[in-house]
């Protein structure tokens, strides 16, 4: 069964409006809680990560919003650029050795 | 990606074949891992490895295995490709236990037909 489960499948966003993917866990023990980023024949890469302990993180246009009670965390991307286009996964982890990751949202943006 | 080099980056094999698909890195880490990715499943364990010689399963490893003789090298071998083994296979390595940073290879698309 799905760990991790992310919501929408797909996103279409204008220029300069805010995307916002949703993921949602049943894992109380999970420690850790990153968002990889993946352009067409790339890997996947670190773009941004919280721990349980804040409910909130925010790295330039990029902001992690945590909710432990409700087993939900989400990623906003404001002021949304065509480049940020890409396909974004959330995971969640226990230990450093196995992520589980979502089913990914592939993000357009709208010139 | 600086560090992580996959091999091959494409292929396509028949139905039955061993594939074998390498990774490599220059980092010096420890810990190294196989994942595939499919639509609609997001990325997936397969094995992973905590140093030369020592590997243990993920979440999807049926079909699959792994070696690790050297450390910048890790090995997933297809004993007996079949079509529901068609996808793209990320390589990722991390410092080690409690180092949360991955980082993620190019991929190889492999198609079994």
């Known amino acids: 069964q799905q760990q991790v489960k992310q919501s929408p499948q797909s996103l279409i966003v204008q220029k300069g409006g805010i995307s916002i993917i949703n993921c949602a866990y049943e894992?109380?023990?999970?420690?850790?809680f990153p968002w990889y980023q993946q352009f067409p024949g790339k890997g996947p890469a670190l773009l941004i990560a919280i721990r349980p302990d804040v409910s909130e993180k925010k790295e330039g246009r990029f902001t992690i919003s945590f909710n432990k009670s409700a087993k939900q965390f989400s990623l906003h991307i404001m002021d949304s650029q065509p480049g940020d286009s890409a396909t974004y996964f959330c995971a969640a982890s226990i230990t450093s050795n196995q992520f589980y990751f979502g089913t990914g949202t592939s993000l357009t943006v709208i010139p | 990606d600086a560090g992580i080099t996959q091999s091959p980056r494409h292929k396509v094999t028949e139905t039955g074949t061993p594939v074998t698909l390498r990774c490599h890195q220059t980092?010096?880490?420890?810990?190294m891992y196989w994942y595939r990715q499919d639509p609609g499943h997001g990325l997936r364990l397969i094995h992973y490895s905590y140093g030369v010689k020592d590997t243990d399963k993920g979440e999807v490893s049926d079909g699959y295995s792994v070696s690790r003789s050297k450390t910048e090298d890790f090995l997933l071998t297809l004993e007996s490709a079949t079509s529901s083994q068609t996808s793209v296979y990320f390589c990722a390595i991390s410092a080690g236990q409690g180092n949360y940073g991955y980082t993620f290879g190019s991929g190889t698309r492999l198609t079994v037909v």
């Open positions: 894992n109380t023990a999970f420690d850790y």
């Open positions: 980092e010096n880490h420890r810990y």
